[in-house]
């Protein structure tokens, strides 16, 4: 199969075969089109090329849900829950009246809900309302619904990004319960020892490529993380700094800082120190660079940056202290998709750009066109509205934003999520640049590139920092550390 | 650059050439239409939907919506009234001295606009359905205490802006000409007025970018009442008494001057100037409506289908979907 968006490839002519009976694994770092490849899989899209078959039939047409839904269905990350209903009423969503062209029977519609929860060991009261569920009954509920279609083929995607522990092993139990039955399974997860667990093959996508399929037990940890890091060609990102002076200031001290997503957390920072801190979805980690910014209150614990406490979960504050930030979602949180290039780019310094909050247009339009020039913003001129960029410079206006103020410290969360690889070199340039001049630099990210520039990697792994790596790091010690599965030899180093 | 600029430009004079049409066909209609008298008196009409359209421009931008305005602007003259007139003139027998009346008609628009925004900031209530209530209890408020009276014992200094003339111009038009100016160029050239755009645009990102986005948001809803009890002090000026009905269905011809004038209900889009060319155009219409001796019984579903028509026509305009 292939698939363009634009001019981006997302698929370039890949393959999988999933055997009856089996769980198969499909592992990619971001961007490795795990998820185009899903929705091709469940007839939400359509490839370009290429074709799918179900049991050696065709797939069904595309318009044909009710056909794709037997045969297949995906419990995604994010819930397809509608919380409002209750359970009988989700598993039956738009096929309420049992028998057609009937008016809705509620009591037989909860009778049947009942039925087939119990018929999948489900225990959940079918009248409740969705909204009560917890995420593991939710995700149990959506494959009982799935099933109950008729769908022998079930895609779980990261289904235990959100479980904890024992409930890990209850969703595995089940996954195996089934299995024996004779269903299938398509197991998506950034959690490797859990394919190790779960899983007899296991299928490696990177940079929208299939790099191999292999039986599990054929395969050793290294070998995996070898297959999906690869030998990350094509992008150089320096680190040209000379190395850090013994003697540098400390910007950024953190101190036991608490909240519910992350524990007692200690960091420092120096002036010119580039610090990343790694970890998968659900380690807390863009949490804790939220507190830090201001955009998050914390319950115990202190910022300070030089001699100045910040004071929690205030921006402005954050701001004064010498913070610049980008923030996880450039589309939530970063930008004003209605308001041009140079407005977006010089929000947190209006009151610097005359006097009595006034606005002089010519100085909001000097010092924007020097960001567009400095940071090389494709853009028509200050004015274009934002919503008008391609993703790579939408992040670059971001960036501009953060730098605005001359922070003493950056804060990047995902700088490089969704960008092409050249706005990716550049905005990993200026990293490197503004340390060089002295600003100390926090790098939040899963991405082995963004991490690059780092002078030491933090990896965080369920609220709490794990390892600590010094300059000169593999890949594969780091993703090892990241996916949880020696996160205690990386401590060592 | 200049390409996205000038269309900038353009949507926001996109009513210009609507208005000259208006006034050509206002002159065919009638000769007395471009009478420098007829004109005036259209103006001053206006004025009072012209600065609740202000306040209404400065709460759509910043993405929220009040529809209690036009409550306020019969509640807040007739109350401060009620506060100094006696009770035989269906005052509250308060009795306080005269000069308080216009302060306190002030005072109690920006009351009614710091309880909207506690409503709708601290308990995080939907702006919506907390200013239709409080357009109906406002309004029940005034009829309550007037006994659905109308307040005539209204002292001179309280009718003085409404009804005196500066420079040959009624006061009234000229302080909306102020209030429009001041307005335009806060919302161009100054950074708090810069940030009701970012904050209507996304209020996250604003957040993020350090502006206090509570504290606007609070400060936008008190003008926009503070600008109603303006309205409501010019109005009660005009008429020479206040109504247990004054102001009532402004509100939908609000909106629509708003809407037409390029004004987004979504928030983060539209200028005053555009709003002001809004309520410009419905003042013509309603006046050529009048000229033309279209049936009295008649010009209420008119005026309403043309507001539709011209809803549509800015549809078409901006090319996007208004919702």
């Keep these: 199969m292939t698939k363009r968006y634009g001019s981006t490839v997302a698929l370039d002519d890949v393959g999988i075969t999933v055997a009856d009976g089996e769980s198969h694994a499909l592992v990619g770092r971001n961007g490795a089109g795990k998820s185009t490849l899903v929705s091709i899989l469940t007839g939400l899209n359509r490839a370009d090329a290429g074709s799918v078959t179900f049991g050696g039939d065709p797939a069904p047409a595309l318009a044909d849900r009710d056909a794709w839904r037997r045969k297949v269905a995906c419990v995604y990350q994010k819930s397809t829950i509608i919380p409002a209903l209750t359970v009988a009423e989700n598993l039956f969503i738009n096929r309420q009246s049992l028998e057609r062209r009937s008016l809705i029977r509620w009591k037989s519609l909860r009778t049947k809900a009942s039925e087939v929860l119990a018929s999948y060991g489900v225990d959940v009261d079918p009248a409740r309302p969705a909204a009560d569920l917890t995420v593991e009954q939710r995700q149990l509920v959506e494959i009982a619904r799935a099933l109950s279609f008729g769908a022998r083929f079930i895609i779980l995607d990261e289904p235990t990004a959100q479980l904890d522990g024992p409930a890990i092993e209850r969703l595995f139990e089940r996954m195996r319960g089934l299995q024996a039955s004779g269903v299938t399974f398509l197991f998506i997860s950034h959690h490797l020892q859990e394919i190790f667990e779960i899983c007899q093959t296991v299928t490696v996508f990177r940079d929208a490529r299939h790099v191999l399929t292999s039986p599990v037990a054929e395969l050793s940890t290294d070998s995996l993380v070898a297959a999906m890091t690869g030998d990350a060609a094509g992008l150089r990102v320096g680190h040209t700094r000379p190395s850090l002076a013994d003697d540098a200031p400390v910007v950024l001290s953190v101190s036991g800082l608490r909240?519910?997503?992350?524990?007692?957390?200690?960091?420092?920072?120096?002036?010119?120190?580039?610090?990343?801190?790694?970890?998968?979805?659900?380690?807390?980690?863009?949490?804790?660079?939220?507190?830090?910014?201001?955009?998050?209150?914390?319950?115990?614990?202190?910022?300070?940056?030089?001699?100045?406490?910040?004071?929690?979960?205030?921006?402005?504050?954050?701001?004064?202290?010498?913070?610049?930030?980008?923030?996880?979602?450039?589309?939530?949180?970063?930008?004003?998709?209605?308001?041009?290039?140079?407005?977006?780019?010089?929000?947190?310094?209006?009151?610097?750009?005359?006097?009595?909050?006034?606005?002089?247009?010519?100085?909001?339009?000097?010092?924007?066109?020097?960001?567009?020039?400095?940071?090389?913003?494709?853009?028509?001129?200050?004015?274009?509205?934002?919503?008008?960029?391609?993703?790579?410079?939408?992040?670059?206006?971001?960036?501009?934003r953060a730098l605005s103020s001359d922070p003493a410290l950056l804060v990047l969360t995902d700088p490089t999520a969704g960008v092409d690889v050249r706005s990716k070199e550049s905005l990993l340039g200026v990293v490197d640049r503004v340390a060089g001049e002295g600003t100390a630099v926090l790098v939040i990210s899963d991405e082995l590139d963004d991490l690059r520039p780092c002078d030491r990697v933090l990896v965080m792994f369920h609220g709490e920092v794990t390892a600590s790596f010094p300059r000169g790091w593999t890949d594969g010690e780091l993703v090892a550390a990241i996916e949880g599965v020696s996160a205690e030899q990386g401590a060592d180093e | 650059?200049?390409?996205?600029?000038?269309?900038?430009?353009?949507?926001?004079?996109?009513?210009?050439?609507?208005?000259?049409?208006?006034?050509?066909?206002?002159?065919?209609?009638?000769?007395?239409?471009?009478?420098?008298?007829?004109?005036?008196?259209?103006?001053?009409?206006?004025?009072?939907?012209?600065?609740?359209?202000?306040?209404?421009?400065?709460?759509?931008?910043?993405?929220?919506?009040?529809?209690?305005?036009?409550?306020?602007?019969?509640?807040?003259?007739?109350?401060?009234?009620?506060?100094?007139?006696?009770?035989?003139?269906?005052?509250?027998?308060?009795?306080?001295?005269?000069?308080?009346?216009?302060?306190?008609?002030?005072?109690?628009?920006?009351?009614?606009?710091?309880?909207?925004?506690?409503?709708?900031?601290?308990?995080?209530?939907?702006?919506?359905?907390?200013?239709?209530?409080?357009?109906?209890?406002?309004?029940?408020?005034?009829?309550?205490?007037?006994?659905?009276?109308?307040?005539?014992?209204?002292?001179?200094?309280?009718?003085?802006?409404?009804?005196?003339?500066?420079?040959?111009?009624?006061?009234?038009?000229?302080?909306?000409?102020?209030?429009?100016?001041?307005?335009?160029?806060?919302?161009?050239?100054?950074?708090?007025?810069?940030?009701?755009?970012?904050?209507?645009?996304?209020?996250?990102?604003?957040?993020?970018?350090?502006?206090?986005?509570?504290?606007?948001?609070?400060?936008?809803?008190?003008?926009?009442?503070?600008?109603?009890?303006?309205?409501?002090?010019l109005m009660t000026g005009r008429l020479g008494s206040v109504g247990p009905a004054q102001g009532q269905g402004m509100i939908f011809t609000v909106f629509a001057a708003a809407v037409i004038g390029g004004v987004s209900l979504d928030g983060g889009k539209g200028t005053l100037f555009g709003a002001l060319t809004g309520v410009l155009a419905l003042g013509l219409i309603e006046n050529i409506l009048t000229l033309g001796g279209v049936s009295p019984h008649w010009i209420q579903a008119i005026y309403g289908a043309i507001i539709l028509i011209a809803l549509m026509l800015a549809r078409l305009t901006s090319g996007k979907a208004q919702d």
């Design chain 1, 259 to 400: 909240s519910e997503a992350f524990f007692g957390v200690d960091l420092t920072i120096r002036a010119g120190e580039v610090v990343g801190i790694a970890g998968s979805a659900s380690s807390g980690k863009v949490e804790l660079g939220e507190a830090v910014v201001g955009l998050r209150k914390v319950s115990s614990g202190t910022v300070h940056v030089g001699r100045t406490a910040v004071r929690s979960g205030s921006v402005p504050d954050a701001l004064k202290a010498g913070i610049g930030f980008v923030p996880e979602d450039r589309h939530k949180e970063g930008l004003v998709p209605t308001l041009g290039v140079g407005e977006n780019a010089t929000l947190p310094i209006t009151d610097r750009l005359g006097r009595f909050g006034a606005i002089s247009p010519t100085r909001q339009r000097t010092v924007a066109e020097r960001m567009i020039a400095d940071l090389g913003i494709k853009t028509s001129g200050p004015s274009q509205p934002v919503s008008g960029l391609s993703g790579g410079n939408q992040q670059k206006v971001v960036m501009a």
């Design chain 2, 1 to 233: 650059m200049t390409k996205t600029l000038r269309f900038a430009r353009f949507r926001d004079l996109a009513l210009l050439p609507a208005i000259v049409v208006l006034m050509i066909v206002g002159a065919l209609v009638d000769p007395v239409f471009l009478s420098a008298d007829n004109l005036t008196n259209v103006l001053q009409q206006r004025t009072e939907l012209s600065l609740l359209v202000l306040g209404q421009a400065l709460v759509l931008i910043s993405g929220k919506i009040d529809l209690s305005l036009e409550s306020t602007i019969g509640l807040a003259p007739a109350l401060a009234l009620g506060l100094i007139i006696p009770a035989s003139a269906h005052g509250l027998g308060i009795e306080l001295p005269e000069w308080t009346a216009i302060p306190l008609c002030l005072l109690i628009g920006v009351v009614i606009g710091a309880f909207n925004g506690f409503l709708i900031l601290k308990l995080q209530l939907s702006a919506f359905i907390v200013t239709l209530g409080m357009l109906t209890v406002l309004r029940g408020l005034q009829i309550g205490f007037t006994e659905g009276q109308n307040l005539f014992e209204v002292p001179l200094s309280f009718t003085y802006l409404g009804s005196a003339r500066w420079f040959g111009l009624p006061a009234s038009v000229l302080i909306c000409l102020v209030a429009f100016v001041l307005g335009i160029v806060a919302l161009a050239y100054f950074r708090q007025g810069r940030s009701i755009y970012a904050i209507g645009g996304n209020v996250e990102a604003a957040r993020a970018a350090g502006i206090r986005t509570e504290r606007v948001l609070w400060t936008v809803l008190i003008i926009a009442s503070l600008l109603a009890a303006l309205a409501g002090l």
